[in-house]
């Protein structure tokens, strides 16, 4: 069984930037195999696929949010981490962190975490 624990701010003010960190557990699952993404739900909107890392440390970037996203990973924690500078109000929205490239990909999900962007 594969675990994802994503966590990270509730609340972020504009400007800022917001961290948030994916633990991986369970059997034969560590970042160094895989791709892992990060995933986000705005309310009432749909799922966005935000970005990714490979297994061999190459990073993907959805081109809305390249100039402001950081993907990384740390392999002796087991741990993938998103960086996403200057947020605003519209990036308030649930992240999760997945297992897989694309959203159509995955086949793990962290349980997310609630974001909120207000001063």
């Known amino acids: 069984q594969v675990q994802l624990q994503d966590s990270g701010p509730g609340l972020v003010k504009p400007s800022q930037t917001l961290p948030l960190t994916c633990t991986v557990s369970g059997d034969s699952s560590t970042t160094s195999f895989y791709y892992w993404s990060w995933i986000r739900q705005p309310p009432g909107k749909g799922l966005e696929w935000m970005g990714a890392?490979?297994?061999?440390?190459?990073?993907y970037y959805s081109p809305s949010l390249k100039s402001r996203t950081s993907i990384s990973r740390d392999t002796s924690k087991n741990q993938v981490s998103l960086q996403l500078r200057s947020v605003t109000p519209e990036d308030t929205a649930v992240y999760y962190c997945?297992?897989?490239?694309?959203?159509?990909?995955?086949?793990?999900w962290g349980q997310g975490t609630q974001v909120t962007v207000s001063s």
């Open positions: 997945a297992r897989g490239l694309l959203t159509d990909y995955v086949d793990y």
């Open positions: 890392i490979g297994y061999d440390g190459s990073t």
